[in-house]
């Protein structure tokens, strides 16, 4: 048999922070005898905790275990709707709750293409060098 983990949490310096559209607070986890749970279900345990509807707006991170373990402390952030959580949640935690990271093109092909357009530079550069190719076939 699978039984659900047992552990609680508690708010405190919870701040209603309006500038950045968010409630913002530290959570004392208490989950003794058992590890830390993730953050994942920290963060739909709190969207039930405030009320959230979608537990996509909160953020959970700086998860730290007490030394002597059954206790452990983590910052929460609750943004008021998507678009704030948006603009003012770096990318990198963004991507942790769920956002797919944006396609890089590889550091190299940057390179590459960077380089080729400095050959091309200008109208009647590139013209010189449209001759300089038909010339040389």
């Known amino acids: 048999k699978c039984t659900a983990p047992t552990y609680t949490i508690r708010s405190r310096k919870f701040m209603s922070n309006r500038l950045l559209m968010r409630k913002q607070m530290i959570l004392d986890v208490l989950h003794p005898q058992k590890p830390c749970p993730p953050a994942k279900t920290l963060r739909k345990r709190v969207a039930r905790m405030f009320g959230v509807k979608d537990?996509?707006?909160?953020?959970?991170?700086?998860?730290?275990?007490?030394?002597?373990?059954?206790?452990?402390?983590?910052?929460?952030?609750?943004?008021?709707?998507?678009?704030?959580?948006?603009?003012?949640?770096?990318?990198?935690?963004?991507?942790?709750n769920g956002l797919p990271p944006k396609d890089r093109i590889p550091r190299q092909q940057r390179k590459e293409r960077?380089?080729?357009?400095k050959k091309y530079r200008?109208?009647?550069?590139?013209?010189?060098?449209?001759?300089?190719?038909?010339?040389?076939?």
């Open 55 to 96: 537990p996509k707006r909160i953020s959970v991170f700086g998860l730290k275990t007490i030394f002597g373990g059954g206790r452990s402390s983590a910052f929460c952030l609750i943004y008021d709707n998507k678009q704030s959580f948006d603009k003012f949640e770096p990318k990198y935690r963004q991507v942790r």
């Open 114 to 117: 960077k380089n080729k357009e």
């Open 122 to 137: 200008g109208t009647k550069d590139r013209k010189a060098i449209r001759a300089a190719k038909r010339s040389s076939k």
